[in-house]
């Protein structure tokens, strides 16, 4: 059975950083491109950023600078670090992992305000 269990989320300032990590199992994780999507109330999922298994990384305009996505194939984990979070970065976070079949998380909620 495929999981996808995101943690890390939760209630930030402007400003602050949070961290969230996604543990994947049943799955051949070096095989599979893992990414970091966001959905805000009221908007489409978006791809926020995404890492090959070699390593290779791609960002979403929006967060160029702020978010580092990582990940580490012997653990079977996938990072997102973010900085610099504005108010504008709230939304549930999903964590995907695409090869011949996707697979999401369930999400975890990152609240970024005062």
């Known amino acids: 059975q495929v999981q996808l269990v995101e943690s890390g989320g939760g209630l930030v300032q402007p400003g602050g950083s949070l961290r969230l990590s996604c543990a994947a199992s049943?799955?051949?994780?070096?095989?599979?491109?893992m990414a970091w999507y966001r959905q805000a109330p009221g908007k489409q999922r978006e791809l926020v950023a995404a890492i090959t298994s070699r390593g290779a990384k791609n960002y979403a305009d929006s967060v160029k600078g702020r978010f580092t996505i990582s990940r580490d194939n012997t653990k079977k984990m996938v990072y997102l670090q973010m900085n610099s979070l504005k108010p504008e970065d709230t939304a549930v976070y999903y964590c995907n992992a695409k090869d011949a079949s996707v697979y999401w998380g369930q999400g975890t909620q990152v609240t970024v305000s005062s």
């Open positions: 049943g799955i051949i994780f070096s095989r599979y491109v």
